[in-house]
Each structure stands twice: as C-alpha cells, then as structure tokens.
C-alpha cells in the first residue's frame, strides 16, 4: 500500500474571540465638548463581533436618561441622542453571536450649542448655513434666529468655501484685500460689554493693523456693531452697517 506525501507549507487557524481585541472609544474623547446633538459615535473594531450595543445616559450608572442602541452593525454609527447643554455619558460592548463583551469605560461629553446663551445676537459657522454660487459665497446665515444674516452681492468681493481645512472641518475663505460679507445693524446699548468668539486663521498680513474686530471705513461710533472691517488701514472680513459701529478693538 503506497500513501501520497502531503506537505503542509504553512497552516494557519485563527479563532476569533470578543475578549481577543477589548473595545475602545474613538469618538466622542472623554470630556469631550460637542456642539451638535447628533454625534457620530466611533469606537475600534473587534474582530468577532456580528453587532454592537450603544448606550449613552445622563449620569455615570446609566440610570438617568438611559437610551439604549443595539444591534448597530458599524463601530461608527451617528445618531440624534442629545440635548444641548447637558452633561452625558456612552459606553459600548460587541455581540458575537452568543455572547457579549463587558461594557467599555465610561466616557464623559457635554453638549453646547450657542443658542442657549442669554443675549445671543449672531451665530456664524462655516459647516452650517452657507448659500453659494459655485464656490463664492453669497450668503451666510446667522443661526442664532435673529436674522443678522452677513450677504455680498458683489461677485469678486465675495469669499469662497472651501472643504476640510480646519480639524477636517470648513472654512470660509477671505481673499484679504477686498472680499467681505456684511450683516444687519446688530444694535447693543452703548454701555454693555460684548463677547465674541471666533476660530480663524491668517495666512498673510499687508495692512497696517490686523484686526479681530473693527468698522467700516468712515463708520461713526454709534450703538451699532461691527465686526472684522476696513478701518484706519485695518482689512479683515465681516461688518455691520457703515455708520452703526461701536469701536471693539481696531488691532490685535
């Protein structure tokens, strides 16, 4: 009796298990500040699992608020949950089939939205309420509600959007010598402070003053607003109404 020979070149037997590869958190990070209540939730893959269970709750021992997501078949899954201003908490576990992970640590986020800021007068964000033509931008919509919207109907003074600049985020692009958007008159009373925040990048100086905030050239300090102008050499981007315009700070 003869045998064939049979020669194994290499054999290799992998048997997944779902404590192989613990689960972890991508996104949100813990103490993480989000601005939307529609969060895209990002945690690694593992191996073996067919699902996973997502819940997110308004205290630590998830009995507050507790939303339960099970069965998502992706490890990056978006979903409407929150409610700005609160203080929430997620934790993940896989399912392979028959068994289910322990739950990951538990991850702390706080929701933020500026509507909810007493005396909110203007909101401008470059991934929300921009109106374009082609890639100028013609309109950029106050999303505060009070209708401050910043417009330029002047095709080569309008700004241009441009994708994933910014921490993979949008931006609105100002060409530094004539591009501007101006807004309403947004009218404080004379004595009141005012805070802005604002994220933005210069690329390139050539005026005599860089400014944050400013007013149109010939502008009159009135109760008015204006924000990043053309005054005393000082170029940058937004402005409120020429003649309503209290001073802020012409340089920075």
Request: glycine share 6%; charged share 15%.
């Amino acid at each position: 009796m003869r045998f064939k020979r049979i020669i194994f070149y290499s054999l290799l037997i992998i048997n997944y298990s779902l404590s192989a590869q613990p689960l972890s958190h991508i996104y949100p990070h813990n103490n993480a500040i989000v601005s939307d209540t529609v969060i895209n939730f990002q945690w690694n893959t593992n191996p073996g699992a067919v699902s996973y269970d997502l819940q997110v709750a308004a205290d630590i021992l998830f009995t507050s608020d507790v939303q339960n997501f099970t069965g998502l078949v992706s490890p990056n899954s978006q979903l409407p949950v929150l409610h700005s201003g609160n203080i929430y908490y997620w934790h993940v576990r896989a399912y392979d089939g028959s068994a289910y992970t322990s739950w990951t640590n538990d991850y702390k986020l706080t929701t933020f939205n500026p509507k909810i800021l007493s005396g909110l007068k203007l909101w401008l964000a470059a991934d929300a309420g921009v109106v374009l033509s082609g890639s100028n931008v013609t309109q950029w919509n106050d999303l505060s509600e009070n209708g401050n919207n910043a417009t330029q109907s002047t095709s080569n003074k309008q700004p241009i959007f441009v994708n994933s600049v910014l921490n993979n985020k949008p931006i609105i692009r100002f060409d530094g010598t004539d591009d501007e958007l101006a807004t309403n008159a947004i009218v404080f009373s004379a004595t009141n402070k005012v805070t802005a925040f604002i994220v933005f990048k210069q690329t390139a100086g050539g005026h005599w003053y860089e400014c944050v905030f400013g007013c149109p050239e010939g502008a009159t300090s009135t109760t008015g607003f204006g924000l990043i102008a053309y005054y005393n050499k000082c170029f940058a981007a937004l402005r409120g109404d020429v003649g309503l315009c209290r001073y802020v700070a012409n340089d920075t």
